[in-house]
């Protein structure tokens, strides 16, 4: 069975750095890439990277880039999401995610992160 | 990018069918056969309901339907049941190597 498991809660101030994880299993984790997807309280999902864990290339949207950080552990299956300096407006939900084979679609996710920034 | 667009909300009685769409440009849905369909219920993590235009997960009913013409694709639900009442997600691959969502469709069973 395809799981997608990430860390816990975070509760952290601004300014702080952060790194959240997504631990795949089930799959080869090195054939297929994953995604981190952005969902702010009350609002739409908004894709913000993905790597492919085979070689760790990276694809960011524009409205990330340069501000979070995407890598991969292909040796134990794992994904990161990391921040150098948190903002208030980080405050959202943060999920995890693989691609199809294909690389062009989603077709599991994990179960999100809370990430809360506030002073 | 601007996100797909999608209908905000949508409603139908038990039994009915309703069809939400998903609209972008021929970078995005028109160009790739890669859209999927998310199923959202609140405080839950999004569900994959359809992948690849058509294709549906084992496991998710075949009450769900994926198809697309041109820059639009479209979600159809047939015989509504109350569970279906959730928000609704599409996503595209880009010409870029990027993803995009739609806004989301809030489906209302009456």
């Known amino acids: 069975e395809v799981q997608l498991v990430q860390s816990g809660a975070e509760v952290k101030k601004p300014g702080e750095s952060l790194k959240i994880s997504c631990k795949g299993s089930?799959?080869?984790?090195?054939?297929?890439?994953i995604t981190w997807v952005r969902q702010m309280p009350g609002k739409g999902l908004e894709w913000m990277v993905r790597?492919?864990?085979?070689?760790?290339?990276?694809d960011y949207s524009p409205s990330f880039q340069g501000h979070v950080t995407i890598s991969a552990d292909k040796s134990i299956g794992a994904a990161y999401l990391q921040w150098s300096r948190l903002k208030a407006s980080d405050t959202a939900i943060y999920y995890c995610?693989?691609?199809?084979?294909?690389?062009?679609?989603?077709?599991?996710w994990g179960q999100g992160t809370l990430v809360t920034v506030s002073s | 990018q601007s996100a797909l667009t999608q209908p905000a909300s949508v409603s139908g009685s038990p039994g009915q069918s309703i069809t939400i769409s998903c609209t972008g440009t021929?970078?995005?849905?028109?160009?790739?056969?890669?859209v999927s369909w998310y199923q959202q219920h609140p405080g839950k993590a999004p569900k994959v309901m359809i992948y690849?235009?058509?294709n549906r997960p084992s496991g998710v009913s075949n009450r769900f339907s994926g198809s697309k013409s041109g820059n639009t694709a479209s979600l159809t639900i047939s015989g509504l049941q109350a569970e279906d009442e959730a928000n609704y997600y599409c996503?595209?691959?880009?010409?870029?190597?990027?993803?995009?969502f739609g806004g989301g469709t809030k489906l209302t069973v009456l």
């Open positions: 995610a693989r691609h199809t084979a294909a690389a062009g679609s989603i077709d599991y």
């Open positions: 089930g799959y080869s984790f090195a054939n297929y890439w």
């Open positions: 790597i492919d864990p085979s070689d760790s290339y990276t």
């Open positions: 021929s970078s995005d849905v028109g160009g790739y056969n890669y």
């Open positions: 690849d235009v058509s």
């Open positions: 996503s595209s691959y880009t010409s870029n190597s990027t993803l995009l």
